[in-house]
């Protein structure tokens, strides 16, 4: 049950920030994590394609509506 419960926390940590990332202008600067510590410097070029890790190395292409949902 708690690993269920830290799932969806993480989830909801996910769609909140896609929220977010959503409102922010093309162009604007944010740091870009690497790491759970290692942040770099960039800059937001297109909030509607989001790519996620789904875990072993993979990662995804989605559109953040699809995400808020889930």
Known sequence: M???SVAAAR???AASALDDLSLRPKGKKMLVPLT???YV???LDDSEK???DV???YFIEVLPVL???C
């Open 41 to 43: 410097s960039g800059t």
């Open 55 to 57: 875990g072993a190395g």
């Open 50 to 52: 989001i790519l996620v």
């Open 67 to 69: 995400l808020l949902f």
């Open 2 to 4: 708690k690993k269920i």
């Open 11 to 13: 989830l909801e940590a």
């Open 36 to 38: 759970a510590s290692l």
